[in-house]
């Protein structure tokens, strides 16, 4: 299992996941045809061997900063006085979106009719991820089950209703020609919350991940889900798709799960989905994630790391000394 923090989840999380389980610059060999909800294992063992050194904790915090400088002579007010217009200092300014890699995907997403929950949740990495990093691929998270979301849950800039639009049934297909068109080594699907349906999308999640690996075998897939409600049989449908990465998110430490999360979900209903993911199909990675700075302290944070299955997972599997 991969516990990682929340803070740039979507781009540096994917990122450091896909060199991980790709090595640098490297393809995956073999072959990974799969019929829809069975799966095989998909990692080498080359790659499960680059399970065992990484990537820890510096992975995600390193980084050549180079504008300290800018940083420390930096003479603007950091909190706004009455009537006046805070501007943003540069340590929390970002390029503004643009490239060729990032045009191409946007035209393609928006001809698809597909979202990205980079842009529904106002992501300041888009530019970054979108138009291809250290290694030129672009990354870029797509989010299944249309735009708007059952839940309401405080950090989340996602729309919500009650009653969402239905599903477009092309989806699946649209969603796997265009990552198909892209040429990604390293997936991530993500969806909104759809608590109207029976199985929470489930079976709209299989049927990409089939789709995905129908067109490109050699793809890796990371399915991020929402909790389903507590259904483990939706559960199952996922994890049997043909995936390579389960993940799901438990959000933030357990005292702050009220505060931060809809009600209808909580830190041990998630933690029971990845329990289960993993039971299920002890092969397929599994993967949470928690947000930092929402006002939880250290011990809270050290606590939700030793809980059981995550030190289960997390040490015994990974034996990496930085959590």
Known sequence: MSLLPRGRRCGAAATAARRLLLGTRARVPGSHMCNQYTTSGSLTEEKKELLQSGPDLQDFVSGDLSDKSAWAEYKGNLKRQKGERLRLPPWLKTEIP??????????TLRSLNLHTVCEEARCPNIGECWGGGEYATATATIMLMGDTCTRGCRFCSVKTAKNPPPLDPEEPYNTAKAIAEWG????VLTSVDRDDMPDGGAEHFAKTVSHLKERNSKILV?????????????????????????????ETVPALQRKVRDPRANFEQSVRVLK?????????????SIMLGLGETDEQVYSTMKCEFFLKNLVEKRKTKAI
Request: charged share 25%; net charge positive.
């Open 222 to 250: 990371e399915c991020l889900t929402p909790d389903f409600r507590g259904d483990l049989q939706a559960v199952e449908k996922v994890v049997l798709s043909g995936l390579d990465v389960y993940a799901h998110n438990v």
């Open 276 to 288: 289960h993911a993993k039971e299920v199909q002890p092969r397929v990675i599994t993967k949470t």
């Open 184 to 187: 990604l080594d390293y997936v």
């Open 98 to 107: 643009m490239g060729k890699n990032y045009n191409k995907l946007k035209n």
